[in-house]
């Protein structure tokens, strides 16, 4: 289901994620999971009411939550005009990337046997399947990102797979520069087979050699659409 505008449509059924005590915390996990699934599109602003009303939770509380989110750089505030999801830059995809490289590749550098959440792994490679056997763009490009989130896993660094969490989310916020998402993510899937099956074989030289390439290749296309949509933007001006 696709969520136009401010996305707090379905939240609702989010509420149970907060538990008995709706700290900013948890309220930010929510829409921090919420943006790295691709509902919450760059540019929109987010509505106070809205959201509020839909997780059940106070404005104070949720304003707290939106500060959280806009020091991670996911949300932006505008004098007298509220706040917005951001909208990322070029310099933003090539440190993204950056970051990614150094967590991704090292998480798998080390592997010489199939870790022991290979499982968990192994099913985002599948989601991936299912998404694209059915057409779902969008869920494909989410499969994707939680691949890479579980390659980070395999380091059981609690300090990394936060870090990841924020990389993710923002992560989503450059894949809705891409005008043509199937194009975009598609052909990743193969490759996330790829490395899979050397991770499943415990050969993470090979894995990451594979990973190496495969994050350079997504970071070219990335800066590509921005320049484009930069030179498209001075043109109309």
């Known amino acids: 289901m696709v969520i136009a505008g401010g996305g707090s449509q379905g939240l609702e059924a989010d509420r149970g994620l907060l538990g008995r005590t709706s700290t900013a915390e948890r309220v930010a996990g929510v829409l921090r999971t919420r943006i790295a699934e691709g509902y919450f599109l760059p540019g929109v602003r987010l509505s106070e009411l809205d959201i509020g009303t839909a997780l059940g939770v106070s404005r104070n509380t ?3 939550a939106f ?105 989503r916020l450059a894949f809705h520069m891409m005008a043509d998402p199937r194009r975009f ?13 050397r991770i499943e074989a415990g050969d993470g030289a090979a894995a990451e050699a594979l990973l190496e390439k ?11 659409a921005f320049r484009e949509r930069a030179a498209r933007a001075e043109q109309a001006e």
């Open 62 to 64: 949720l304003r707290e």
């Open 67 to 171: 500060r959280l989110l806009t020091h991670e750089r996911l949300l932006s505030h505008e004098l007298n005009r509220g706040v917005f999801v951001r909208v990322l830059s070029e310099a933003d995809v090539v440190d993204l990337y950056k970051v990614r490289k150094l967590i991704e590749c090292s998480a798998v550098r080390g592997i010489t046997e199939k870790p022991a959440t290979f499982a968990r792994l192994a099913q985002t490679v599948a989601d991936g399947d299912l998404a694209q056997e059915n057409g779902r763009w969008r869920d494909l490009g989410t499969a994707n990102i939680r691949f890479h989130a579980e390659i980070t896993e395999i380091s059981g660094s609690e300090r990394i797979k936060e870090l990841m969490e924020g990389v993710c989310a923002e992560l």
């Open 185 to 197: 993510h598609e052909p990743y899937l193969k490759r996330n087979h790829q490395i899979l099956d």
């Open 214 to 224: 495969y994050l350079g290749d997504a970071e070219q296309q990335l800066v590509e």
